[in-house]
């Protein structure tokens, strides 16, 4: 049986476990994973979720650096405005279709539930697809109008002048 398995195989069975806990089980479990002793203040249902997911993340991996990068961002937004703005994101369904003209050439992309479909070969990626097509590192989303390109070049008033 292959490590990957082992590890989800022995997940399962530990998160199965975890319900029939006592509260001081629990605890205990919580400081063999996080190597410190819960607040005595966690429920007995925060501390059998806390669990859960670090039986998971040591098992499984945890986030990848992207999306703990993404949390620090909108931590950071959050302690200093109060508040957190998600950014709008295309929702693209299965069935549609992508098009966009390139060099005189029209390019039709089929959106699939698992990627997307570009003259009969399967892309997991809309840049893949947009490589492809370009033979140059475009972002998908961008190739084909689904966010805005950012300005390359700053505005006067965003630009810091040093006094000499």
Request: hydrophobic share 40%; net charge positive.
């Given at each position: ?7 989800v ?36 249902e ?8 670090r ?9 990848g ?10 931590a ?16 693209l ?14 390019y039709?992309?089929l ?7 570009w ?14 097509i ?9 190739f084909?109008?689904l ?11 965003q ?6």
């Amino acid at each position: 049986m292959s490590r990957a398995l082992r590890n989800v195989t022995g997940c399962q069975e530990a998160l199965a476990r975890l319900l029939e806990l006592e509260l001081s089980e629990l605890r205990q479990h919580w400081g063999a994973l996080y190597k410190s002793d819960p607040s005595p203040h966690l429920s007995r249902e925060l501390l059998l979720r806390a669990v859960a997911y670090r039986l998971q993340e040591v098992a499984l991996g945890g986030l990848g650096p992207a999306h703990q990068r993404q949390l620090r961002q909108i931590a950071l937004q959050f302690n200093q405005t109060g508040e957190i703005r998600r950014r709008a994101r295309a929702e693209l369904k299965s069935g549609a279709r992508l098009v966009r003209e390139w060099q005189g050439r029209t390019y039709e992309v089929l959106v699939l539930d698992d990627g997307f479909s570009w003259q009969g070969t399967h892309y997991t990626s809309l840049s893949a697809v947009a490589r492809k097509i370009t033979g140059t590192p475009w972002s998908g989303p961008l190739f084909f109008g689904l966010k805005q390109n950012r300005p390359a070049t700053r505005s006067p008033s965003q630009i810091a002048y040093a006094p000499w």
